[in-house]
Protein backbone atom coordinates (compact mmCIF):
# COMPACT_ATOMS: atom_id res chain seq x y z
CA UNK A 1 0.00 0.00 0.00
CA UNK A 2 1.07 3.48 -0.82
CA UNK A 3 2.00 5.38 2.23
CA UNK A 4 2.68 9.61 1.96
CA UNK A 5 4.33 11.56 4.74
CA UNK A 6 4.25 15.27 4.51
CA UNK A 7 6.66 17.34 6.32
CA UNK A 8 8.26 21.00 6.38
CA UNK A 9 7.75 24.08 8.97
CA UNK A 10 5.05 24.22 10.91
CA UNK A 11 5.81 28.06 11.64
CA UNK A 12 5.72 30.60 8.37
CA UNK A 13 5.87 34.07 8.62
CA UNK A 14 3.54 36.75 6.27
CA UNK A 15 5.06 37.09 3.23
CA UNK A 16 7.15 34.41 3.01
CA UNK A 17 7.06 31.35 1.03
CA UNK A 18 5.61 27.84 2.43
CA UNK A 19 8.10 24.51 1.80
CA UNK A 20 6.31 21.35 1.94
CA UNK A 21 7.66 17.82 1.02
CA UNK A 22 5.76 14.38 0.20
CA UNK A 23 7.58 11.64 0.97
CA UNK A 24 6.08 8.52 -0.90
CA UNK A 25 6.96 4.94 0.11
CA UNK A 26 5.45 1.68 -1.22
CA UNK A 27 4.75 2.29 -4.25
CA UNK A 28 6.59 4.14 -7.55
CA UNK A 29 5.99 7.65 -7.68
CA UNK A 30 6.12 7.59 -11.62
CA UNK A 31 3.77 5.13 -12.45
CA UNK A 32 0.50 6.69 -14.30
CA UNK A 33 -1.79 7.77 -14.61
CA UNK A 34 -1.52 8.60 -11.09
CA UNK A 35 -1.90 12.23 -9.92
CA UNK A 36 -0.09 13.79 -6.54
CA UNK A 37 -1.77 16.07 -4.79
CA UNK A 38 -1.63 18.95 -2.40
CA UNK A 39 -4.60 20.20 -0.46
CA UNK A 40 -5.29 22.30 2.64
CA UNK A 41 -8.30 22.14 5.46
CA UNK A 42 -9.47 25.26 7.39
CA UNK A 43 -12.46 25.77 9.19
CA UNK A 44 -12.33 29.01 7.20
CA UNK A 45 -12.65 27.46 3.86
CA UNK A 46 -13.11 23.64 4.16
CA UNK A 47 -10.87 21.50 2.09
CA UNK A 48 -9.60 23.07 -0.41
CA UNK A 49 -7.39 21.90 -3.64
CA UNK A 50 -3.69 23.31 -4.35
CA UNK A 51 -2.82 21.45 -7.27
CA UNK A 52 -1.11 18.29 -8.12
CA UNK A 53 1.94 17.15 -10.18
CA UNK A 54 1.37 14.01 -12.83
CA UNK A 55 3.53 10.89 -12.80
CA UNK A 56 4.67 11.99 -16.08
CA UNK A 57 6.07 15.39 -14.47
CA UNK A 58 2.70 18.30 -15.63
CA UNK A 59 1.85 20.26 -13.04
CA UNK A 60 -1.50 22.00 -12.53
CA UNK A 61 -2.50 24.72 -9.92
CA UNK A 62 -6.04 26.12 -8.30
CA UNK A 63 -6.34 29.13 -10.37
CA UNK A 64 -6.83 31.31 -6.85
CA UNK A 65 -3.72 30.25 -5.83
CA UNK A 66 -1.56 29.49 -9.25
CA UNK A 67 0.51 32.83 -9.02
CA UNK A 68 1.90 31.33 -5.80
CA UNK A 69 2.37 27.85 -6.18
CA UNK A 70 4.74 25.97 -7.39
CA UNK A 71 4.88 22.27 -7.69
CA UNK A 72 8.13 20.11 -8.42
CA UNK A 73 9.33 16.41 -7.85
CA UNK A 74 12.44 14.23 -7.08
CA UNK A 75 11.66 11.13 -8.84
CA UNK A 76 15.40 9.73 -7.17
CA UNK A 77 13.48 10.23 -3.78
CA UNK A 78 10.31 9.31 -4.87
CA UNK A 79 9.48 13.15 -3.01
CA UNK A 80 6.97 15.78 -4.70
CA UNK A 81 6.74 19.90 -3.32
CA UNK A 82 5.02 22.31 -2.45
CA UNK A 83 6.16 26.00 -2.61
CA UNK A 84 3.44 28.90 -1.49
CA UNK A 85 4.92 32.24 -1.78
CA UNK A 86 3.53 35.80 0.10
CA UNK A 87 1.49 33.55 2.48
CA UNK A 88 -0.74 35.60 4.93
CA UNK A 89 -3.09 34.73 7.65
CA UNK A 90 -5.52 32.80 5.09
CA UNK A 91 -2.94 30.34 4.12
CA UNK A 92 -2.97 28.96 7.90
CA UNK A 93 -4.39 25.34 7.31
CA UNK A 94 -3.83 21.54 7.90
CA UNK A 95 -2.14 21.14 4.52
CA UNK A 96 -1.88 17.23 3.49
CA UNK A 97 -0.56 15.70 0.44
CA UNK A 98 -2.48 12.68 -1.48
CA UNK A 99 -2.38 10.08 -4.13
CA UNK A 100 -5.37 10.98 -6.91
CA UNK A 101 -6.97 14.61 -7.61
CA UNK A 102 -9.91 16.24 -7.18
CA UNK A 103 -12.32 13.75 -6.10
CA UNK A 104 -10.72 11.20 -7.09
CA UNK A 105 -8.01 10.38 -3.75
CA UNK A 106 -7.16 6.97 -3.04
CA UNK A 107 -4.59 7.91 -0.68
CA UNK A 108 -3.46 10.52 1.62
CA UNK A 109 -0.97 11.61 3.77
CA UNK A 110 -1.70 12.17 7.75
CA UNK A 111 -1.25 16.06 7.44
CA UNK A 112 1.00 18.79 8.61
CA UNK A 113 -0.41 22.22 10.65
CA UNK A 114 1.36 24.85 9.11
CA UNK A 115 0.26 28.44 10.79
CA UNK A 116 1.21 31.70 9.08
CA UNK A 117 2.61 34.18 11.96
CA UNK A 118 5.17 36.71 12.95
Known amino acids: QVQLQESGPGLVKPSQTLSLTCTVSGGSFTTGPYYWSWFRQSPAKGLEWIGY???????FSAPSLKSRTSLSRDTSKNQFTLQLSSVGPEDTAMYYC??????????WGQGTQVTVSS
Open 98 to 107: ARGGIGSVVD
Open 53 to 59: ITWSGGT
